[in-house]
Every structure is written in C-alpha cells, then in structure tokens.
C-alpha cells in the first residue's frame, strides 16, 4: 500500500511512507477467537517512513501491547511466536 500516491492523486504531498501488512490466519484467529474487536488490529502492521530531516523510521504496535489492550491475557504462545516474528522483520529490513 502507497499513501504517498494515494496523496499525491488528492494533490497533496508526503514524505515517503510504505504500509506493510504481515497475517497468517492462524496466528490471528487465536487472538479474534478470544476477543473478536482485536480484528481492528489484525492483520499486522508495519510503517516504514520518513522523517521531515530524512530519517528513515519502522514503526508497529508489538503483538503484547495489543494483546493488553484488549486484554487478552491467556493466548501467551501465541502472543509470543507473533511478537517474535515481528521482532525478527523488522531487524532484517533495518540491516
């Protein structure tokens, strides 16, 4: 997903920023089977963007914190294996 494109056929500029999606079902299905609104956080994201002095960031909500905020609290594999996963991405594409 390009929201600087989306942006730019509005006529309005933004710094270059990416939206990346990450689901495996599986994973997911084990937190919305105990709360159903985390789907408001699922699939997983990730934001690749870049700062107004040319810093490029990553940004995501740790599976834990989302698991908190909807107060999932007995899905702790889970939780574990996702955050992990996570973790691992985000310092492969930040080498």
Known sequence: MRPNASAEKS?????????????KPEAGTHFITRRQA???????KMLAWKDEVGQVWLSYNDPVYIARRHGIADRDKNITK??????????????
């Not at 309005?12 to 689901?23: D, I, K, N, Q, V």
């Open 38 to 44: 985390v789907g408001i956080d699922l699939p997983m």
């Open 11 to 23: 006529g309005l500029s933004l710094r270059p920023t990416e939206l990346l999606l990450f689901g």
């Open 82 to 95: 996702m955050s992990k996963a996570l973790g691992s991405f985000s310092r492969l594409a930040t080498e």
